[in-house]
T-cell receptor, first 114, second 115 residues
Framework: DAGVIQSPRHEVTEMGQEVTLRCKPI?????LFWYRQTMMRGLELLIY????????DSGMPEDRFSAKMPNASFSTLKIQPSEPRDSAVYFC????????????FGSGTRLTVV | QKEVEQNSGPLSVPEGAIASLNCTYS??????FFWYRQYSGKSPELIMF????GDKEDGRFTAQLNKASQYVSLLIRDSQPSDSATYLC???????????????FGQGTILTVHP
């Protein structure tokens, strides 16, 4: 099992540009989560999906952020336009049983907006 | 009050000692509780989870849960330098069924085990 795969590992972009982060969950997992981690705010849940359907997007900071899950093996998190305050590590995680046994996290994407 | 609070640390213990990490949570309806370890520059990895009041042991790690006091802790016995990391407490907070699966994380406690 390759685990949760995220790409890219690092992204540096200029303010105002569109950024797309990608995630492939563990095969068979029916829940997918997007988290953001910063020193100031810790790990924050942005959005999660169950069977490809968004369940809770209350953590998405504003309309500049959007997430999709077109099929069971792929999800994207898009920021348009990006701002310096979006700089953070973005983690994708997946789980079975709604996370009753915890999540498995991907390696994360370190985003820097200059 | 934060939903999940951890002792801020950093916590420093000598090699071989017991490290004690604490976490409190605000929602009495919380059902399951998790401890994750995160090495610097890496992603969180699950160490243990606990559902029922009492202790749960796994090797050198023991999770303790007291739902009446809304308190969960992690003990690391015979601490090793390789245990040096940030430890994150996470709580599955249920609200009307719609948040099932949603974990809320504490800020983390930095643990340093010195030789």
């Amino acid at each position: 099992d390759a685990g949760v795969i995220q790409s890219p590992r690092h992204e540096v972009t200029e303010m105002g540009q569109e950024v797309t982060l990608r995630c492939k969950p563990i095969s068979g997992h029916d829940y997918l989560f997007w988290y953001r981690q910063t020193m100031m705010r810790g790990l924050e849940l942005l959005i999660y999906f169950n069977n490809n359907v968004p369940i809770d997007d209350s953590g998405m900071p504003e309309d500049r952020f959007s997430a999709k899950m077109p099929n069971a093996s792929f999800s994207t998190l898009k920021i348009q336009p990006s701002e310096p305050r979006d700089s953070a590590v973005y983690f994708c995680a997946s789980s079975l049983n709604g996370g009753a046994d915890g999540y498995t996290f991907g390696s994360g994407t370190r985003l820097t907006v200059v | 009050q934060k939903e999940v609070e951890q002792n801020s640390g950093p916590l420093s213990v000598p090699e071989g000692a017991i490290a004690s990490l604490n976490c409190t949570y605000s929602d009495r309806g919380s059902q399951s509780f998790f401890w994750y370890r995160q090495y610097s520059g890496k992603s969180p990895e699950l160490i243990m989870f606990i559902y029922s009041n009492g202790d749960k042991e796994d090797g050198r790690f023991t999770a303790q849960l007291n739902k009446a006091s809304q308190y969960v802790s992690l003990l690391i016995r015979d601490s090793q330098p390789s245990d040096s990391a940030t430890y994150l407490c996470a709580v599955n907070m249920i609200a009307g069924g719609t948040s099932y699966g949603k974990l809320t994380f504490g800020q983390g406690t930095i643990l340093t085990v010195h030789p």
